[in-house]
């Protein structure tokens, strides 16, 4: 059973870092793609970055495209968001998500979810 951990969330100002990890542990040798989401209070789950991870192909969303980064460290079953310039707007829970297949960005039927970690962003 394939799990997902987030880490490195945490507040910073407006225009600052962060980089969160999601770090996969049990039978990961299936796993085609992977997605970044964000939820924020009161809003929709968006998918914002998915990574093929064999060939690593990347995709955003328009709202963080040129900003976030995603990457995998295939030797430590991790993938990475590098996220910079933040905005207030970023502020969200995220959570990282294996994809049964994916198009394009868009992640089908996530089979496994990772608990979430908090990026909160001040002006």
């Known amino acids: 059973q394939v799990q997902l951990v987030e880490s490195g969330g945490g507040s910073v100002q407006s225009g600052g870092s962060l980089r969160l990890s999601c770090a996969a542990s049990?039978?990961?040798?299936?796993?085609?793609?992977m997605s970044w989401f964000r939820q924020a209070p009161g809003k929709e789950r968006e998918g914002i970055t998915t990574?093929?991870?064999?060939?690593?192909?990347?995709f955003y969303a328009d709202s963080v495209k040129g900003r976030f980064t995603i990457s995998q460290d295939n030797a430590k079953n991790t993938v990475y968001l590098q996220m910079n310039s933040l905005k207030p707007e970023d502020t969200a829970m995220y959570y990282c998500a294996i994809c049964t297949y994916c198009s394009g960005i868009h992640c089908v039927r996530p089979t496994t979810w990772g608990q979430g970690t908090q990026v909160t962003v001040s002006s």
């Open positions: 990574i093929y991870t064999g060939p690593g192909s990347t």
């Open positions: 049990g039978y990961t040798y299936s796993t085609n793609c």
